[in-house]
């Protein structure tokens, strides 16, 4: 076994995409979903370890997969990882919206605190690169809140020691969702033009596929630097 993927936000838009692709990948000998559920969906290739990532700065991954291994299928798994003779690769797509959140708050738990304790677990764990998928207009400055949160997350990760840290900023993501948000549907009737046209390759949608393979493809190149900011215009070629 010599590289395993690490993934959170598996159920959501561009994480779905990014399991997909992992699964077909050859260089991903299994991947490790975690989330707060399981999905229904099963594959040699695939574990999924029911996390709370407000508290996964205590989990051990090794007893966890022994709890769920009935028949010794991840048994070399979890040597590989015990023996840290693995690759690891973490990607992260976690992330909600204030509505489905609640509040500001629980929406900055979620967005940012989730992720940064999902990253320093994963780092200690042996994780060499994570990949994150942040937004277009990321700012800790910024005057809008999401905006702003998404920069705090940014500027929290580049502290966690990891061989490459890529930050991925999408702008409108296509693809399709399992919950309805109407200011998301609009934009895409009002933007999906900048697609078809080929316009304005900095702000135009991106497709969510587009997003998972332009995180996996840098997750298995050489990369001279340590962190890398990768904007939606560059994602599009994908």
Same mark, same amino acid.
């Given at each position: ?104 708050? =629980?929406? *900055?738990?979620?967005?940012? +605190? @989730?992720? &940064?304790?999902? #990253? ?8 060499? !690169? ?70 304005? =390759?900095? *702000?135009?949608?991106?497709? +969510? @596929?587009? &997003?998972?393979? #332009? ?8 990369? !001279? ?14």
């Amino acid at each position: 076994m010599k590289k395993i993927a690490f993934l959170a936000g598996t159920s959501g838009l561009v994480g779905m995409q990014l399991l997909h692709q992992l699964i077909q990948h050859e260089e991903y000998d299994m991947i490790i979903s975690f989330g707060r559920r399981k999905l229904a969906l099963k594959h040699g290739k695939l574990a999924q370890v029911e996390v709370d990532f407000k508290n996964i700065r205590t989990l051990n991954l090794e007893s966890k997969l022994r709890e769920e291994d009935m028949g010794g299928t991840y048994f070399p798994l979890i040597e590989a990882l015990k023996e840290k003779s693995v690759s690891i690769h973490a990607f992260c797509s976690l992330g909600t919206t204030i509505k489905s959140a609640g509040s500001k708050e =629980k929406f *900055y738990e979620i967005d940012h +605190d @989730y992720v &940064v304790n999902f #990253a320093i677990w994963a780092q200690q764990q042996g994780a060499e !690169k994570f990949l994150y998928v942040s937004a277009l207009g990321a700012d800790p400055q910024s005057n809008v809140f999401y905006n702003q949160v998404k920069g705090e997350i940014e500027e929290d990760l580049k502290v966690v020691p990891f061989e490459y840290l890529g930050l991925f900023e999408p702008s409108l993501l296509l693809g399709n969702r399992n919950e309805f948000r109407l200011g998301e549907e609009v934009a895409k009737i009002v933007s999906k033009p900048l697609v078809w046209l080929k316009l304005a =390759k900095k *702000y135009r949608p991106i497709y +969510d @596929y587009q &997003v998972a393979k #332009a995180m996996i493809h840098h997750a298995n190149v050489d990369k !001279k630097v340590k962190v890398e900011v990768i904007p939606s215009k560059d994602m599009q070629d994908f």
